[in-house]
């Protein structure tokens, strides 16, 4: 929030008390406290009229803690308190703000919300008889200025946080587009040819269509998917992608373990539309990255791994991506044990080669379209996109056997054994990725107070 905004408010919040007379906010506060559950309830069944609001509203997880978040707001923010401490009432609606930013709430569902609930408030003032007449215009007023200063609040931190998070977005995607882009482009031509030779091979072997390698599970599918499309957003190449990609899985492979395939014509048209639909998807493929060259911001220095710089517009993007798609993440959470003593005793050049060598490990052990970052010292995270508490089991456990076993170089042919503690958390669907990220950090916690080199969580 802008400071000159921040004081004006802050002013406004301040000469509430001389607005309004003690005993009129004492007793608003006390219809405030013993309604806010009907409140909450007025308010959640208001918003889920919205068929907007309801997006962010059904999971159940947001209907059972908004119902209690919601109650503790309204006492807060009617609290009578005559020595309050204004300037922490504005940073919580500001927080609360914040909070809505990074879910992608639209501000107008806030605002709607916001009116209902002065709506709710005002019809439980007019049918109290404890209130005169006079104080029910008052006690009106005094909700209206609250809930509006509330909303100012929200509004301005929501403004400045979504105002980052879209600069940060548009950073990432010029990042991702750019990013090494000859390497890039060869792996992803190479991960193209590798699937449509998986499909030859299924077809040669006269295989049904259940059994045919979809190009959009397949390791370019899940690169496009998840980062080429996002990277190349808005170009007539990646729509043309994404089409030719839904057409072979969704036209050509389920018709081509059918009857009319026996016939030997049929056949080969199938495969020509197979290869065609390759071609296709391989030619824009090759256009778009022509279009661009290398960047390196938003990658760690060190590891080359994505920095923490985007891992907010990736949570949020993967959030997004689960909710259309009816899919799942993982978030891996990795520490390196007792790396302290690494730099202690070997220094801290033996300390960056380490890291380096872990990073490449894992980055070797993960798919093309799962994200790999490094937060900071010894501090690793993946993101791993549509996958299964199972599946990210495997892999977590996979990465703590490969890095038990390594032998890590040092300078003068020396090498070192490490272990790692990972945290798995699987994302439940709820719109604020803030949860899941808790969630690994506290599996990881465990693995690490359990005794380190072991993997905890995946509920």
Known sequence: MDQLLKEAVLNEWEQLPSRFSAPLREKLYRLAQARRRELADFFYHEMMQDKLAAQFLSHQQVKTRLHASMQHWITDLFDPGQDRNWQAVMDYQSRVGDIHARVDVPMHVVLHGARKLKAGIGSFIAGDEGFTDTERFEAQ?????????AMESMSAAYASSHDRNSRAEESYRLFSIAQNVAAEKERQRAALLNWENDLMFEQAMGHTSAQMPKIGASEFGLWFRHKGSHAFQGAPETIAIQ????????????????????????RLQHLRDLREQAKTIAFHLERLFEQHSELESGRDALT??????????????????ARRSNTRFAVLTIDIDHFKSINDQYGHEAGDMVLQQFAALINNLIRAGDYAFRLGGEEFLLLMVDTTKEAALRVAEKIRKEVEKEAFRLRQDHTLRITVSIGIALHDGHPDYMRTLRSADEALYEAKSGGRNRVMGGG
Not at 141 to 149: E, F
């Open 141 to 149: 007023s005094l909700v209206s200025a609250l809930m509006d200063l």
């Open 304 to 321: 080359r791994l994505l920095s923490r710089k985007f891992l907010s517009v990736v949570m949020a993007k993967e959030v997004a991506y």
């Open 243 to 266: 089409n030719a990609m839904q057409h072979i899985d969704e036209v050509l492979l389920p018709i081509g373990g059918t009857a009319p395939m026996q016939n030997g014509a049929a």
